[in-house]
């Protein structure tokens, strides 16, 4: 049997004796000795006899140290934790919120992430996302904002000289995001992307689908977010998310770096004296289910040549009394390459990867407890066999003193170096007291683990590991699994990873929305020159000047747009390339490139049909058009769409009540639509109406194009034999 023997101290051990500032008693193999600045071949000593790495001899690990932290409360009821470092000249700072995606409703999976993506994208009051971007990267400096599982993040970095200014962008973010509805469709797009490449990576499936299993699928811990949760949110929902949960009595504050605690204290006390809402009592985080699920599962994936699998159970949290010897446990049986699992499996067998096993405990709900790795797939079976028998070893017989001492001292090490800076420290006791921690937990823990005995890990092993209870997932190509699954004798239950398309979606009809959308297309069309003027366009030819980025090509197009009533539309383009063209009604239509011509297929179709719906004219007179509601989203962006599932949303300068961004999505080739962002920088006039004559154009949040009207008509007697030649 191959065991494996180190034969160098390892880089870890020795960064901790020279941080400590010792030196090991005898000089590790591969460290050379300093030789003195002169030798001769007489004088030069015998070569001494290398050292075995267990003759080594390194000092005992420092009792983890809790600095002294200054704590207050502020009249609003935040909490506020500081503590002053002056090794930098910056300041740093995190703002802890009670919340999480365990609050998500169970149509609405993602709403707490994409909240936490569109608070800093979408800017404050005062600034822009870009804005406040562009103010940030001028300092040095940075905001960022985020929801997990079971909290809520806002934080800033700032040298200490900017440190005001940063506190003030901070200040917005936390408690008055602005939530723009561009951003907030870009963060939705981007949850899309994630949804659409979810299966992917096979690990990603393992990290995805295991908890789902073994939490449940009618639990908040086991739900999937899919492309309809994510339609189904609106820019309200954020907005209410955010105030339900981001108020002063369910914050703590940390900062730590270079200032005066009595100063500091007082800046922040006056920078948040005006933010005085309050909302009730945040509630307790929803329950785990407490029934195992045994038994296999498949999830099928023939592109793999290799299987990933995880197995294990639910396991516990990081205050039961015997969660030292349970990460010991964990680290004997698989905690690196002198794990029983590395040594037995990975070694020995040949077919098997990177193999570990953590008893991961939350801190407030059950863990888990997870083996998992991979494996050539023709050996998975036999992959699983290996590891069933190490996990019932080591619930037989104790481990021995030499496993013990190095899973022991891993686990101290691992500590030690979580709690080396302040920073990391601060934020540990954020996390404790958040969960209802006792400050000293880091003490306790550290001398729980090393009273660990060989007789507590058979105990914990014994105790807590249900082979029988075991739930085991196995990701791959099944045809190439020797012996099949079923060779383990239990059923194979197969995961269906399918991506369920998404449905038409748009916003809430309801009265209120229907009405305020009513005054604000009675605005815009106020601001253009009237509805009766638009209504009064029979048909219009606009020719543009298109700049593509450089990323679309960077090209630059002449084209010629041409519409008429009661629903034609032509496009021609007169590119360095070529000229090509395209045509519909609606129903049908071709397109063409130099001579040649076809008939548009659906895809394109549904791409010029989308075109026509969006005609400025006739969006702008929406509350005419048969089948179209107008809804407010808020009070300066409404929402035009369709029974049968186009949408466009118009955002609306409040200043001056024009158009200022029509956004939409548009298929794609392959994945996700395309979010489209069209922001006009310029108006010209026409017959009396106000049209877009510079537009910028983003395609998923990056620079697409630069559109600039050379020439505009209204009602130039457009006939129809006009638009239907082909070239």
């Given amino acids: ?65 809790v600095p002294k932290v200054a704590t207050f409360t502020l009249p609003n009821g935040m909490k506020l934790l500081l503590l002053e470092d002056r090794e930098l000249p910056s300041i740093n700072g995190v703002a802890r919120i009670r919340t999480g995606t365990l609050f998500d409703a169970a149509g609405k999976v993602g709403l707490a992430n994409l909240t936490g993506m569109a608070m800093r994208t979408g800017g404050t009051r005062e600034l822009t996302g870009e804005q406040l971007d562009l103010k940030l990267e001028d300092m040095a400096a940075s905001v960022e904002c985020t929801i997990d599982e079971s909290a809520g993040e806002v934080s800033f970095f700032s040298l200490a000289e900017n440190a005001s200014e940063v506190l003030r ?6 408690t008055a995001p602005a939530f723009r509805v561009d951003r907030v469709d870009l963060a939705k797009l981007q949850l899309r992307n994630i949804v659409s490449h979810r299966n992917d990576d096979p690990k990603g499936i393992l990290l995805r689908q295991f908890p789902g299993i073994l939490y449940g699928d009618d639990s908040p811990y086991g739900w999937e977010m899919e492309y309809d949760h994510i339609d189904r949110i609106v820019r309200a929902d954020l907005q209410a998310f955010h105030k339900r949960y981001f108020f002063p009595k369910n914050v703590t504050l940390a900062v730590w770096g270079d200032f005066e605690t009595a100063k500091m204290k007082e800046q922040l006390e006056q920078l948040f004296a005006g933010w005085t809402v309050d909302q009730p009592p945040v509630p307790e985080f929803p329950k785990t289910a407490s029934k195992p699920a045994p038994g296999i599962y498949l999830a099928k994936k023939t592109d793999l040549m290799d299987a990933f699998f995880a197995i294990g159970q639910l396991g516990g949290r990081i205050g039961d009394k015997d969660y030292p010897a349970l990460t010991v446990m964990a680290g004997i049986l698989g905690g690196g390459v002198a794990s029983r699992l590395y040594q037995e499996v990975v070694w020995h067998m040949g077919n098997a990867y990177n193999i ?76 404790y007291e958040y969960f209802g ?37 196995v990701v791959g190509n099944p045809e190439d699994f020797m012996p099949p699954l079923e060779s383990l004798g239990e059923p194979v239950r197969e995961i269906d990873l399918t991506i369920p398309e998404p449905k038409p979606h748009t916003a809430s009809a309801d009265t209120a929305g229907l009405e305020l959308g ?50 034609n539309i032509r496009e021609d383009a007169d590119r360095p390339s070529g000229k090509s063209a395209i045509y519909s009604d609606g129903r049908s239509g071709w397109v063409s490139r130099g001579r040649l011509s076809t008939a548009l297929t659906a895809p394109g179709l549904k791409g010029v049909r989308g075109d026509l719906f969006r005609a400025y004219f ?21 929402e035009i769409a369709t029974a049968d599932g186009l949408a466009v949303q118009v955002s609306v300068n409040p200043e001056t009540g024009l158009p200022q961004q029509f956004s939409y999505t548009i298929p794609a080739v392959s994945g996700p639509p395309v979010l489209v962002q069209e922001t006009i920088t310029q108006f010209g006039e026409v017959a009396g109406i106000r049209v877009p004559y510079q537009i910028s154009t983003r395609q998923n949040g990056t620079p697409f194009s630069e559109s600039s009207v050379k020439e505009f008509k209204v009602n130039s007697g457009l006939a129809l034999t006009e638009l239907e030649r082909r070239q």
């Avoid at 080591?394 to 013990?404: G, M, N, P, Y």
């Avoid at 006739?618 to 409404?638: C, I, K, P």
Wanted: hydrophobic share 45%; glycine share 6%.
């Fill in 437 to 473: 921690y006792p400050a000293d937990y880091p003490q306790q823990y550290q001398k729980a683990l090393a009273a660990v005995t060989r007789a507590d890990v058979l105990r914990v092993a014994k105790e807590y590991l249900r082979p029988a209870d075991f739930t085991t997932l």
């Fill in 618 to 638: 006739g969006l702008l007179l929406s509350d005419r058009a048969e089948g179209r509601t107008v809804t407010a989203l808020d009070e300066d962006t409404l």
């Fill in 518 to 567: 009513k005054r604000i297309l009675a605005r815009l069309q106020s601001a253009v020159g009237g509805a009766d003027k638009l209504a009064a366009v029979k048909d219009y030819t606009m020719v543009s000047e298109v700049r593509l980025s450089a990323a679309a090509g960077g090209e630059t197009i002449t084209e010629t747009d041409r519409w008429m009533l009661p629903g």
């Fill in 356 to 431: 570990s096993a953590e008893w991961a405990a939350a801190f407030d709900h059950p863990g888990l407890f997870k083996i998992s790795g991979s494996a050539r797939a023709h050996s998975i079976v036999a992959t699983i066999k290996a590891i069933r028998q190490e996990v019932e070893r080591i619930r037989t017989a104790e481990v021995s003193e030499e496993e013990l001492r190095i899973a022991r001292d891993g686990a101290l090490n691992r500590l030690a170096f979580a709690s080396d800076t302040r920073k990391k420290i601060l934020n540990r006791m954020v996390s």
């Fill in 169 to 174: 962008a901070f200040h917005g973010v936390l």
């Fill in 1 to 65: 049997m191959i065991r494996f023997v180190p034969r160098t101290v390892s880089a870890l051990a020795f960064a901790t004796l020279l941080a400590s500032g010792q030196t090991p008693t005898t000089t590790p193999p591969g460290i050379a000795r300093p030789r003195p600045a002169t030798t001769s071949a007489a004088s030069a000593p015998a070569p001494a006899s290398v050292p075995s790495p267990r003759d080594l001899k390194y000092p005992a690990l420092r009792a983890v140290e």
